[in-house]
T-cell receptor
C-alpha cells in the first residue's frame, strides 16, 4: 500500500510568490519522521526540511516551511518567495519507527517557477 | 553539512559487464547506507539497506545475486551490478545516515547505461 502520496504531478508558480506542495502519509506507528527533498535536473537529492512526529511546532528552514497537520496525516511543503532556481522535482519521504531506518518516497511533484 | 560522495557519476558499458559503484560518507560515520534506483520520471525505489559489517537487506523483487552490496566500513559501501543488461540502465543513488533521527544524505547518483 502506498504510504506516501503526492497528488500533484506538476505545479507552476510565479516568481516571488509562495507555493504549497502537498503530501499525505499513512502509518500506524506513533513515531515517524517526515522529510522533503529537492531533485534538480542534474539528479542529486538535496535535503530541505525535517519534521518529527512528536515535534510540537512546524519545521522551518529559511524559505521552506512544513505545514504539519498530524490528525490529517499531511505534511505539506510551503516555499515562500519562489525563485527560478526552485524549479525541480520535490519528493516527500517518511521514515517509520524508532529503529527502522529506511525511508520511503512519494511519487514527486515537478515544480516550475515562471519568470 | 554532511557530504556523501558517489562515484562514478556516469557509466556506459556493454551488456554483460559488471559495474561497481562506490558510495562514501566523507565527514561522518554512516552506520546505515541505502541504495535506490530511479527510472526516468519516477520516484526513488529502495533496493537495499546495509549496515556496516552485516549483510544487506534487499527489498522484495530485487535480486541479491545481481546487485551485490558490500558495506565493509563506516564510510564506504559499494554496489556491484553483475552481468548488467540494458534493462538495468537506470539512475542509481546511494544515501547514508548516522545514528538516531538524522536525515539521509544522498550521493549525486550514477547514471548507468548498458548498451
Amino acid at each position: 500500500a502506498q504510504k506516501i502520496t503526492q497528488t500533484q504531478p506538476g505545479m507552476f508558480v510565479q516568481e516571488k510568490e509562495a507555493v504549497t506542495l502537498d503530501c499525505t502519509y499513512d502509518t500506524s506507528d506513533p513515531s515517524y519522521g517526515l522529510f522533503w527533498y529537492k531533485q534538480p535536473s542534474s539528479g542529486e537529492m538535496i535535503f530541505l526540511i525535517y519534521q518529527g512526529s512528536y515535534d510540537q511546532q512546524n519545521a522551518t528552514e529559511g524559505r521552506y516551511s512544513l505545514n504539519f497537520q498530524k490528525a490529517r496525516k499531511s505534511a505539506n511543503l510551503v516555499i515562500s518567495a519562489s525563485q527560478l532556481g526552485d524549479s525541480a522535482m520535490y519528493f516527500c519521504a517518511m521514515r517509520e519507527g524508532i529503529h527502522n531506518n529506511d525511508m520511503r518516497f512519494g511519487a514527486g511533484t515537478r515544480l516550475t517557477v515562471k519568470p | 553539512g554532511a557530504v556523501v560522495s558517489q562515484h562514478p557519476s556516469r557509466v556506459i558499458c556493454k551488456s554483460g559487464t559488471s559495474v561497481k559503484i562506490e558510495c562514501r560518507s566523507l565527514d561522518f560515520q554512516a552506520t546505515t547506507m541505502f541504495w535506490y534506483r530511479q527510472f526516468p520520471k519516477q520516484s526513488l525505489m529502495l533496493m537495499a539497506t546495509s549496515n556496516e559489517g552485516s549483510k544487506a537487506t534487499y527489498e522484495q523483487g530485487v535480486e541479491k545475486d545481481k546487485f551485490l552490496i558490500n558495506h565493509a566500513s563506516l564510510t564506504l559501501s559499494t554496489l556491484t551490478v553483475t552481468s548488467a543488461h540494458p534493462e538495468d540502465s537506470s539512475f542509481y543513488i546511494c544515501s547514508a545516515k548516522g545514528t538516531g533521527a538524522q536525515p539521509q544524505h544522498f550521493g549525486d547518483g550514477t547514471r548507468l547505461s548498458i548498451l
